[in-house]
């Protein structure tokens, strides 16, 4: 266990730069870009690593994950949601999370609308694009995108702040460029139609094996896991990685 917070640091630093030389290479400013370090299935003790390297932007994709890791942690940190979302689960988490990544229905927005107002806060939320079309994945097509769009806007306590996806998984992140600029030009579509309580400032694409490509297509939110705290073992599934 002793190598491993070095390791954290030291992975945190590596993805900072290669983020850093990305942007210079798309002519971008690196302050535009949030690093979100992923978290799931690890252990406390390494999200304290991270923040002890920096990181105060963490990602969870379990509403029963990220609500008992917040308590076990310090409050300046910023919780995102990014996985998928039931609506039973919505009451736990709004309050909670900074951004909610994952909103892809008008139920799921309904609902945290709901929330929301009855716990009179306004919660930001990224709607979730299934950019590549792809059968297994979450998020909505990029057809029914604006109309979508339109109708969540119009509910009260929540914020739409932009788009985000889940690319292909691939071994050449290169294959993936074309997903983010097709991503990125939807937000710029969409912010082009000036829809009330909508801003298409936050495109959050890009994980371990394609951010610095999203970097470079205008992602200002990648969300990096492996990158930072090593491979995921899900045999200890079931039991709370706390
Ligand atoms: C797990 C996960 C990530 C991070 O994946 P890595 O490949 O480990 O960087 C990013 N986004 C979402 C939605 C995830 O579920």
């Not at 690593?49 to 076990?72: C, H, I, M, S, W």
């Not at 890009?206 to 470079?216: F, R």
């Amino acid at each position: 266990m002793r190598g491993i917070p070095k390791l954290i640091r030291e992975n945190l630093e590596t993805v900072r730069k290669n983020i850093a030389e990305a942007c210079r290479r798309a002519g971008r400013n690196p302050d535009e870009v949030t690093l979100i370090a992923v978290s799931k299935t690890k252990p406390v003790s390494l999200l304290w690593e991270a923040y002890n390297a920096g990181a105060r932007e963490f990602g969870e994709n379990k509403v029963q994950e990220l609500t008992d890791k917040l308590p076990a942690l310090p409050s300046d940190i910023r919780w995102h949601m990014i996985g998928h979302l039931q609506r039973n689960k919505v009451k736990y988490v709004v309050g909670k999370a900074a951004l909610i990544h994952s909103v892809d229905s008008l139920r799921l927005a309904e609902e945290i609308s709901r929330e929301s107002v009855k716990q009179n806060i306004l919660t930001d939320i990224l709607l979730e694009v299934n950019i590549a079309g792809e059968e297994s994945k979450f998020g909505i097509s990029p057809e029914d995108l604006l109309p979508l769009t339109e109708q969540i806007a119009e509910l009260s306590g929540i914020r739409i702040k932009g788009l985000m996806t889940v690319a292909p998984f691939t071994e050449i992140a290169e294959e993936n460029r074309r997903y983010f600029q097709k991503l990125k030009q939807l937000s710029v579509d969409i912010a082009d139609k000036n829809i009330d309580n909508v801003s298409m400032n936050i495109l959050s694409m890009g994980m371990t094996g394609d951010y610095t490509v999203a970097v470079e297509e205008g992602a200002t939110c990648v969300r990096v896991g492996t990158g930072i705290f090593g491979e995921r073992d899900y045999t200890q599934q079931g039991s709370a990685p706390v």
